[in-house]
């Protein structure tokens, strides 16, 4: 080596040690990289799991960019200075420890593409309630087998602030798929209009219950809002008398079935766990004509009939006793939107009123345009707007089992949150938080991929995902509170969206799907010129004041 690149490394050396050393004083622990046949995770054990503490620029003359890539970055950290000339260089992680003198790709070498961002921090949008995963059966059964550490570092990795700072939670009033077994309260015994045998909840509760209390107190999650829906009532309130297939509920027990839901809502607070929402009820259509699809538990509705029962059963029976709960419509796909709306407003105007949100999941968001939800939101322009459900793995063309590292994947969530925010969405909740190595347990074989993955076979390790870092470029930057601000691109070398955080900084998040770096000038109305090289297949938040 000789002796220029000598100093350079030494030069590198010491920036390395000095960027420890910054991180260290604010408690921050590197990913453990590891490869897979697909890309790369970050293991976590019992003893080490990688965070960051929330980094913030130290004043108003500098920036912070935290960035992701498909070579290896996982919320990386650069600083720069606002309005300086020349563009500061993202690194990518290969790049950091290749040799200075080895060549650089075709298109690296090219003359980068470049694009301008224009954010205007005047012109607001829609408010930020929050982001999170879903806490069903299989993650309670999942968690209960490993050790307490490990526990503990799956809570703080989604919940606390140095995760991802989830705040939202969504779960299963009974059953769900992503059970051992489908279930639901009283079902013993049969034809019981007065729920005798629902007075107590159900042992998996009991545990759900004690770990949910356990992930609030290890991650001092700040106010986690928890958002329930109901699969299926027992066989016997519906038409089939059975868990799956084509199914209605029985006229007859429109008000237990009301009855059920303010039975578990009460059962839950006596609990210790408020809750915040709850929905209309998982999917409606599953069981009305995807049950080819759907082998799992459901109950099917039109819009007419489930505008009935909430007009004249589950909206006064709610609101007798909660009256701020959030009641989310629909709880299924985009392409219901909103129609689903207009029909049941059309069977009764004042069912749509007891709706405070309208929550919706993503399977279908590559075939079905955001015009569906666009729809909805100039209709109802009040209601709290949420993804409830998402995952990777359920269509046949997809693989089921988990993909460890898969960086597509990722990029998947960081297009469809882009869109969905770019449509004034006011927050987003995934499904599963965690898996075995299978996808699962899940009673029908419905395994889709997680955002971590645990090792069941040594239950010592668990795997963050590209998936989970991608998420985490929104949810662990936009807190709760955040307002949406214009962010307007040149071109489309990039996509990006922008917030105005509660502390009044700023969080622009920047996605480069393409297999060269990009310039990019970030011109802030206040601020002035943010300057930035980001390499190929790479996520970033840059936070300013
Ligand atoms: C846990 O992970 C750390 C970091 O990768 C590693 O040094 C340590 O050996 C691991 N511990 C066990 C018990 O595998
Ligand atoms: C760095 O990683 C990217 C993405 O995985 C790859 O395309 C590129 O060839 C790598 N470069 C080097 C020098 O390893
Ligand atoms: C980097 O340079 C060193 C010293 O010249 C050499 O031994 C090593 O093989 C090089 N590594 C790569 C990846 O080229
Ligand atoms: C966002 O929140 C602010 C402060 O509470 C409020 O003034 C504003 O109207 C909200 N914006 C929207 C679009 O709801
Ligand atoms: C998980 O724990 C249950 C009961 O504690 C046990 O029956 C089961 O075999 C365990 N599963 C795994 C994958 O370790
Ligand atoms: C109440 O439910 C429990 C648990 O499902 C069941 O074992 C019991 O038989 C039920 N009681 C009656 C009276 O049906
Ligand atoms: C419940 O009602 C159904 C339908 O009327 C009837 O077939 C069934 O026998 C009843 N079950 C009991 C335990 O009464
Ligand atoms: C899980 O642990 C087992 C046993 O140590 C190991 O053979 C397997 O490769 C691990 N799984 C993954 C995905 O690394
Ligand atoms: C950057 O330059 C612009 C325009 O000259 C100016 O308004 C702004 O205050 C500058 N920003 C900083 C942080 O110095």
Known sequence: MGDAQGSLKNLLTLCFLAGLVALSSQASTPCALREYPAGLVCVCNATYCDYLENPSPENENEFVIVSSSKAGLRFDITSGVINASDFTQVVDYNE????????????????????????????????????????????????????????????????SPHGIGFNLMRTSIGGSDFELAPWAYNELPENDTTLSNFTQLDPRDEKRIEQIKRLKLVTNVENLRIKAAAWSPPRWMKTNNKWTGMSRLKEEYYQTWADYHVRWLELWEEAGLPIWAISTGNEPTNGVYLMMFAKFMSLGWTPRKQAVWVSDNLGPTIRSKYQDLVIFGNDDQRYTFSFWFKMMKAKRSDSVDYLTGLSVHWYWDDIFEPVFIDDARKEMPDKIMLVSESCIGDKPWQSAVPILGSWKRGEKFARNFLQNLQHDFNGWIDWNIVLDEQGGPNYVSNFVDAPSVANMTNLNEFY?????????????????????????????????????????????VIFNSGYASVNVEVRDTKQGSIKINIPQKSIHTILYK
């Open 96 to 159: 950091s420890l290749q040799n200075a003198t080895q060549e650089k790709t075709v298109f690296e070498k090219a003359a980068p593409r470049t694009v301008t961002i224009q954010v205007d921090r005047e012109k607001h949008f829609q408010n930020i309630t929050g982001f999170g995963g879903s806490f069903t059966g299989a993650v309670s059964y999942i968690l209960d087998n490993l050790s307490q550490d490990i526990q503990d570092h799956i809570y703080k990795s989604f919940y």
């Open 464 to 508: 963050k995902q590209p998936m989970f870092y991608t998420m985490g470029h929104f949810s662990k930057f936009i807190p709760e509170g955040s307002t949406r601000i214009a962010a307007e691109r040149t071109n489309v070398n990039v996509d990006t969206v922008a917030f105005l955080r509660p502390d009044g900084s700023v969080a622009v």
